[in-house]
C-alpha cells in the first residue's frame, strides 16, 4: 500500500463531498426504513431524492472542481 496525498483538497470539495454523501445515504436508509414500515410511496420519494441529489452532486462537481 501506498500513501495518498490529499493536501490538494480544497476544504470547498471536501465539505461538499461529506454533506452529499450524508445527504444521498441518510436518504436511502431512509428509504429502506419507509419500505420495511409498508410505506411504499414515502420510501419511493425517499429514494428519487437520493437519485436527484446524486445528480445534482454531479452537475456540481463538473462545474466548479473539474
Known amino acids: 500500500m501506498t500513501l ?3 493536501s490538494s483538497v480544497s476544504p470547498a ?3 461538499l463531498g461529506a454533506v452529499f454523501i450524508l445527504l444521498i445515504f441518510s436518504l ?8 420495511f414500515q409498508l410505506r411504499f410511496r414515502s420510501g419511493w420519494y ?5 437519485v436527484v441529489s446524486a445528480v445534482v452532486f454531479a452537475v ?3 462545474r466548479w472542481f473539474v
Do not use: E, H, P, Q
Open 4 to 6: 495518498v496525498d490529499v
Open 13 to 15: 470539495l471536501f465539505v
Open 28 to 35: 436511502l436508509s431512509l428509504g429502506i426504513v419507509k419500505m
Open 46 to 50: 425517499s429514494f428519487g431524492g437520493a
Open 60 to 62: 456540481i462537481l463538473n
